[in-house]
């Protein structure tokens, strides 16, 4: 009774979001502290009669509240259901195998192979440099049909330079898109938005759900050229005229105009990471200098696995990878003081 | 810069929302009276903290409410970012043109010619009978790769009662999906969710932006065999991890549990649509006999489009579709005693 297509899928596996127990949860890279406080007046005063109608097809609203906090016009802004449904669009749009295989680091978002199957898309994975980053000149090498990463990498934490980036546009083939997924770009990266009026090849892929601490609510967006913004609006017309509910939509206005409490939850995230690095460091780990809200980090002699089960024993949730390359390290997700703390007792008792 | 695919998309144009004046609207099928007054404490009372955790990518809670209003199991339950979203992973997993030419009807949701582009799936528009209802003799005739429709049908409003359908499955071929859509079912229609432990190959969809008053929300869902509910699982982990975001599962749950009110509100719409029917008959107006939220309706030697246009230069929105054999009849949602009035002056005065 399936179709063929759908034989071909390996779906992305999520993190665990286990409902058994409580866990200190440091899996899925979510934001430690509540998103802004203003939020909750907007709930508390909803008036949920507006619920029975369609919300804005075109996100007018929340659009213009990007375009402004970016510096850029409205037209060179999309929004979709999380930036997972962007990037799928994205694929859609952008990536056709007739004009080349689609490139993408080795250790990457594992959502990128998981759309190619979707769509049919070939691809290449294109090994990191020894010290985990990535190689640019590896993408200029051989025909492709665009360009996927992350900036910084996930689940490295490593961070490629706005002079790196600018040097892969200024020679990458203008008329093939690249894609720069900034999920974790607020932790300490410098946008590539600035790019886009000058490379109408780039799309810079957003989410809500890390700086922002939206995992909840499903909201990304891309920013790019008008072209390349109307050609997502018209894989979403034809997909789903209305990807962001209501709420989602005036949340996400709301927050993106609350930039001053941002920088602060912001800033502490990062000062933790250090101080997390520091320590771990100092007890012999190996930890990726990460400009992310994770560190990648492993101990000679122990697998990923090991550290993994054993902390989840112990009520702490880390993600590990079962990759060849990656997988003697864990991924954690930089959490409150509290949870650092009882972490790093964890590991100084365990292992 | 664009892939082959989008260059054959022809976009879903959803009905209009416009944000220039107030309108009476009476175009998008939305429902006129609010949703279950037991949201509105639960928002007031939301703990905004939650929104920084990703939601429950198995819908779980929401599944359950669902499963037990029908009397049905959790396997049996997909949900998904409104129907729409729902329809797109049901293409993508049921219906290849491998196998056949997909079949719908002729004047059916404009959505289905999007979704085979989107895909690439052959399909063919099934001619309506005389009086605009369904032929399902014409369903069985020729090797197709499976068949969707609305029942009630859109935008005819006409039933296909539960015998029907259950002679077009039992005659039906069993390795094929059937995908009924049920938008409109709860105002009058009895659904077919019945039959899906008989028929493992049929699919029912729903929408809570209907008859739950939830169009702002963005949510869908379906309920057929465990391993149909399985497949769309399959797609949408290769799409969107998380596409019901945290409130909307919670509201959905709430107001599927809060079945009293709605069977008011239903009731209700109902009422208003004989009532309205009625008095347009007695004008001389056409209207086809309707078992959901909306008409179809047209006066000879009046086009639908002549009707639609004088209606909003007087601030009522309805729907035409330039579509030979429906160009002369317009879409009326049911609107409020109230909204039906108006629309009934403007057309006494107008026509």
């Known amino acids: 009774m399936l179709a063929q297509r759908i034989k071909k899928l390996k779906p992305y596996v999520p993190g665990e979001q286990p409902r058994d127990r409580t866990y200190i949860k440091l899996n899925t890279n979510e934001n430690p502290y509540p998103p802004s406080p203003r939020i909750a007046p907007y709930l508390k005063s909803f008036d949920i009669e507006k619920l029975r109608l369609y919300p804005d097809p075109l996100f007018t609203a929340l659009r213009q509240a990007i375009a402004t906090r970016y510096g850029i016009d409205k037209a060179q802004v999309f929004v979709g259901n999380g930036s997972d449904e962007v990037l799928a669009f994205a694929f859609y749009a952008f990536f056709d195998s007739t004009a080349g295989t689609l490139l993408f680091p080795e250790f990457s978002y594992s959502f990128y192979p998981v759309y190619c199957d979707l769509y049919g898309i070939e691809y290449r994975k294109v090994p990191l440099n020894r010290d ?44 093939r ?31 809500f759900s890390k700086s ?44 993106v105009k609350d930039t001053e409490y941002y920088a602060g939850i912001t800033q502490k995230i990062m000062e933790s990471r250090e101080v997390l690095s520091d320590q771990l460091r100092h007890m012999g780990w190996d930890v990726l200098p990460s400009q992310a809200n994770f560190i990648l980090t492993g101990k000679r002699g122990l697998s990923g696995e090991a550290v993994y089960t054993r902390l989840k024993e112990n009520g702490i949730l880390v993600r590990h990878f079962n990759i060849e390359g990656i997988q003697d390290f864990v991924r954690i997700t930089i959490g409150t003081d509290e949870e650092i703390q009882a972490l790093m007792e964890a590991i100084r008792r365990l292992f």
């Open 212 to 255: 922002m601490s939206l995992a909840a609510l499903r909201l990304g967006f891309a920013m790019g050229d008008e072209d390349l913004i109307k050609a997502l609006f018209a894989v979403k017309d034809s997909f789903n005229s209305y990807p962001a509910d209501l709420l989602a939509q005036q949340i996400g206005e709301i927050a």
């Open 177 to 207: 898109v690249v894609v720069i997924d900034e999920a974790y770009i607020d932790f300490g990266g410098q946008s590539a938005v600035c790019l886009i009026d000058r490379f109408k090849n780039l799309l810079v892929t957003r989410t």
């Open 132 to 175: 985990f980053s990535i190689n640019i000149s590896a993408y200029l090498q051989d025909a492709s049909c665009g360009v996927v990463f992350p900036n910084p990498n996930a689940p490295t934490g490593l961070l490629l330079s706005i002079e790196t980036v600018t040097r892969l546009m200024e020679q990458y083939p203008e008329d």
